[in-house]
């Protein structure tokens, strides 16, 4: 079965740092594409970072750019979230995810989420 496992949320001050990571399994990890998304109380869940699956290239909400950076370690089958300077507005629910192909179309398989909270 297709299983996607967070860590590493906590509580952090602004302007500190967290590394989050996605441990995944049931599928062949190193061909599929992996994101990030976080969902705040009361907000729509949204992206905020993508690794392609070969190029390694990576797309990332503006309101992160420069602050946090997704890698993916392939021999690992986990994906990371290096999250610095972060601020109390980074407060969110933060979910891994995989887009897969499945006939007649794709589904989404979520992880369970890790909560970040950025506060003094």
């Known amino acids: 079965q297709v299983q996607l496992v967070e860590s590493g949320g906590g509580l952090v001050k602004p302007g500190g740092s967290l590394r989050l990571s996605c441990a995944a399994s049931?599928?062949?990890?190193?061909?599929?594409?992996m994101s990030w998304y976080r969902q705040a109380p009361g907000k729509e869940r949204e992206l905020v970072a993508a690794?392609?699956?070969?190029?390694?290239?990576?797309n990332y909400a503006e309101s992160v750019k420069g602050r946090f950076t997704i890698s993916r370690d392939n021999a690992k089958n986990t994906v990371y979230l290096q999250m610095n300077s972060l601020k109390p507005e980074d407060t969110a629910v933060y979910y891994c995810n995989v887009k897969r192909r499945t006939y007649p179309g794709y589904s989404e398989v979520w992880g369970q989420g890790t909560l970040v909270t950025v506060s003094s």
């Open positions: 690794i392609t699956s070969a190029s390694g290239s990576t």
């Open positions: 049931g599928f062949t990890f190193s061909t599929h594409a």
